[in-house]
């Protein structure tokens, strides 16, 4: 977010940092053209379609009367901010719908997923997680969200903030993922 009055910021940090003697002011803001002014803009997030919904059934039937559980994901919310030593700090909690099936007897289910950090295309880091949810008094679907994540990228004057995206998805078994593959609608477009 860009400070309504970026000058009186700008000049507050120059005293801040430049608070010396006049000789030495050169010298000591020469790198500062390395510092991160204003807040940084928070990565752009993506879903990759395949890794969107989860399904868990018992056995291999693939009818609604073995459906276990069914999740999907429904938005994400965050912040990002300015951290020390050259670093974005980024917090985020993912909402999740998650629905018991009729096969299920458990009264909870664990629903894994993952949040992996991608810079200029290749994944550089990647994390699994589990969301833990009850089904009391016999619910049959929670609209709920996971606890908070935090992430910390590093970003100097040749690496900005927005060079990096987040993935996220449900971390899913090899059958899950081609059970996804093979039942995902894909959108069509006609030329009008």
């Known amino acids: 977010m860009i400070p309504a009055h970026p000058l009186s910021r700008l000049r507050r940090m120059a ?8 000789l030495a002011l050169v010298g000591a803001c ?3 053209s390395d510092s991160i002014d204003f807040a940084p803009a928070c990565p752009v997030v993506e879903v990759p379609s395949e890794a969107a919904d989860y399904y868990q059934y ?12 069914r999740a999907s994901l429904t ?12 670093n974005v700090m980024t917090n985020m909690k993912i909402g999740l719908h998650v629905e018991r099936g009729p096969a299920s007897k458990a009264e909870f289910v664990n629903i894994p997923y993952f949040v992996a950090v ?10 699994e997680f589990v969301a833990y949810v009850s ?56 030329k009008m």
């Open 15 to 22: 005293l801040t940092f430049c608070t010396v003697p006049m």
């Open 30 to 32: 020469s790198n500062a």
């Open 58 to 69: 018992a056995g291999n039937d693939h009818d609604v009367t073995h459906l276990v559980a």
């Open 75 to 86: 938005r994400v919310v965050g912040s990002c901010e300015a951290g020390a030593q050259r």
């Open 118 to 127: 991608v810079f200029n295309g290749e994944i550089k880091s990647k994390k």
């Open 135 to 190: 089904f009391e008094d016999g619910r049959m679907q929670d609209l709920t969200h996971t606890r908070n994540i935090p992430i910390t990228l590093p970003v100097s004057r040749h690496i900005h903030s927005d060079q990096y995206h987040i993935e996220i998805g449900f971390q899913l078994t090899k059958a899950q993922l081609d059970f996804n593959r093979a039942h995902l609608v894909m959108p069509t477009f006609r």
